[in-house]
């Protein structure tokens, strides 16, 4: 009996081991969905951080919003009201011809685009309205933030450097949970020997949507008055250790809902909310741009001299450089056609030297509307320049980082801005990105991945 007993509790044993086993397979196939999402988790993206897609499970810089692609700005005083782009139509057909003619049917890898200019699909991230809301700069504001402290983050040097140091300086300050008001009183941009020359707004608001608090917040004049306000200096705001938000650097700032965000895609992300061209800009600089390479994809190259060389004694990269580089990328990307190259720089002169050095290939810049002597930009002559310089200088230079973000294949070199801001504008895989060698680089032959 006692024998007889065993067998059955080894079939119920058995039988609840199967029905245990089942279980577990088929948990499994399910996969976690009963569990809650994971935040990014940012190391794991580092093999491709353009892939990164920041949606940030609760937003607390926009009170109210509804969803990213239509934040309510209403009431947000530090919203700029020069332009609007929901003025700007662009989705009505010019007369009812063209309404009468079929939509243009989509390749199998291809999504309609909502950029009203016939440029590649690359060009979208800069000529489309934005999707993006812009940040709120008055979140600390909030009951949840105590410190009285605003940050003061002074601009120095030219546009992209300037740049570089607000979007750095700007993430320090979410991240620390304070305010933020720009400072141009130091800067070369806005200043002009000349009072009638002197621009009627700041140097940043006559191209772009408000960036930080105005100085004239009330936040930023009381912290004035307590000797309250924190200045993030370009040191502080380019500091190695922490602040620089390299690609392998993941970081946690509640105040914008991010937790183990990788710095690059950081970086891209907020630039895309906070460095916002007013709409007239945006529609002037991308009309321009498929002017010079329509719809076709393109390479483009980024020459820097001027006081490059003279002040800061670099060694420029050669024309032979350039061309060369761009033989072996055509290759693998452009069926080892030479495409369109769209050619960026503050030296005209170089233009003859490319067309002399590969005459069959076709060469276009904003260049061939601009003086053929120009031979640099040198940051100390904007002292003497005119608002009308300054307007034609500018514009020339936005279509010149639109056209560098778009292009399917990028050649730079690291002695300029230019190039750290376009790295971070671009979408592209990195291995489109090719910095060239040249003298006198000193510490800056650090990989982008350092950037």
């Not at 309404?99 to 890898?109: I, R, S, V």
């Not at 991240?175 to 002009?192: N, T």
């Not at 820097?304 to 990307?333: C, H, L, N, P, W």
Request: hydrophobic share 35%.
């Amino acid at each position: 009996m006692e024998k007889s007993n065993r067998i059955p509790i080894l079939v119920v044993a058995a039988t609840i081991l199967f029905v245990a086993l089942i279980a577990l397979v088929n948990v499994g196939k399910t996969g976690d969905s009963s569990f809650p999402p994971r935040r990014l988790q940012g190391v794991a993206d580092l093999k491709d951080p353009r892939t990164i897609e920041m949606k940030p499970e609760a937003r607390e810089l926009t009170e109210g919003e509804s969803s990213p692609a239509a934040p309510d700005t209403a009431n947000d005083s530090n919203t700029t009201s020069v332009s609007d782009a929901s003025e700007i139509k662009h989705e009505e057909p010019a007369n009812s011809e063209e309404a009468a003619k079929p939509e243009k049917e989509a390749k199998p890898d291809e999504t309609p685009s909502s950029m009203p200019f016939k440029l590649p699909k690359s060009a979208e991230s800069w000529c489309a309205p934005p999707t993006e809301p812009p940040l709120s700069y008055d979140f600390c504001k909030s009951e949840k933030y105590t410190s009285d402290i605003v940050n003061s983050v002074p601009i120095m040097g030219g546009l992209t450097n300037s740049l570089k140091i607000l979007l750095l300086g700007g993430i320090l300050s979410y991240e620390e949970g304070r305010c933020f008001f720009v400072d141009e009183h130091g800067s070369a941009l806005p200043f002009r020997n000349d009072p009638k020359n002197q621009l009627p707004t700041t140097f940043l608001n006559r191209y772009f949507e408000q960036i930080g608090l105005k100085e004239s917040d009330p936040l930023v004049v009381e912290a004035r008055k307590k000797n309250n306000v924190n200045e993030i200096d370009w040191e502080k705001s380019m500091d190695w250790h922490h602040n620089r938000r390299v690609m392998s650097q993941t970081d946690s700032i509640p105040a914008l809902g991010f937790e183990n965000v990788p710095g690059h895609g950081l970086k891209r992300h907020i630039m895309k909310r906070m460095w916002r061209p007013l709409p007239h800009v945006r529609e002037q600089t991308c009309q321009k741009l498929e002017n010079h390479v329509g719809p076709e994809e393109y390479m483009a190259f980024s020459v820097r001299r001027g006081d490059k060389g003279s002040v800061e004694k670099f060694e420029y990269a050669t024309v032979e450089q350039y061309v060369r580089q761009a033989e072996i990328a055509s290759e693998k990307y452009f069926d080892n056609k030479i495409p369109t190259i769209f050619v960026a720089t503050d030296d005209c002169t170089i233009m003859p030297e490319f067309r002399k050095a590969r005459p069959n290939w076709k060469f276009v810049s904003e260049c061939d509307k601009e003086s053929k002597d120009d031979d640099g930009f040198r940051l100390s002559d904007m002292k003497e320049w005119t608002l009308e310089q300054t307007d034609a200088h500018y514009s020339k230079f936005f279509v010149e980082l639109y056209a560098l973000a778009a292009s399917k294949y990028f050649i730079g070199v690291s002695y300029t801005n230019v190039t750290w801001w376009v790295l971070f504008m671009r979408s592209q895989p990195l291995e489109t990105f090719q910095i060239l060698r040249s003298g006198g680089l000193g510490d800056r032959l650090e990989g982008v991945e350092m950037w």
